[in-house]
């Protein structure tokens, strides 16, 4: 069964103190690695898809990598309005490839 | 290019009762997943849409059901409400058939009392 693990669980920066986050996951065949931001009472938001070892994408203050185990999302001087919860979710390349497995987030507030 | 919408915000009803929740897919999307979101969980697969069939499912009793129709937009009917169905219900669209991102809208918030 794939699962996925994030910690922690909750993370408490001041404004501009870099930190990271991760995930880390089991699952038979890996066909991609999300990672969402979710505000509360809302949808998650789409930040990344990484598909293999090495890979790294960035987008603003965000840098999320990706390793056979684990993948970290990096969090550059970040501001308040960074604060949401951040959702790591795996797609099996095998017969269950049809759904997300998510983690149950990290609560990430930025004090300003 | 319209996002993922979903009907209603918020949805009280009580023990027993049934329920139908609405989805409408991404623009040019033909893929809808439905997720369960308990408060402080991740999102739960609870099944999802193909070209109007049932292409997987979650670990999900049968009284969760779905429906997508010809414009892929999707309807999630929960029978026999219980307490614990109370949660924040996503729907999620993406491009083709496992193609990896998943696009989600803002959710159905369903209290059962």
Redesign the interface.
Known sequence: EDQ?TQSPEALRLQEGESSSLNCSYTVSGL??L?W?RQDP??????LF?L?SAGEEKEKERLKATLTKKESFLHITAPKPEDSATY?C?V?ASGG??????????TLLTVNP | ETG?T?SPTHLIKTRGQQVTLRCSSQSGHNTV?W?QQAL??????IF?Y?REEE??R?NFPPRFSGLQFPNYSSELNVNALELDDSA?Y?C?SSLE??F????????T?LTVT
């Open positions: 996925v066909r991609g999300f969402y009472g809302k949808g998650p938001e789409f898809t598909y959702l979710a797609q269950s490839n049809y759904k997300l497995t998510f983690g149950k987030g | 993922v979903q997943s997720y402080g969980q991740g999102p739960q697969f999802q193909y292409n997987g979650g924040l996503l999620a058939l496992a990896g991102e998943q696009y989600f809208g803002p959710g918030r």
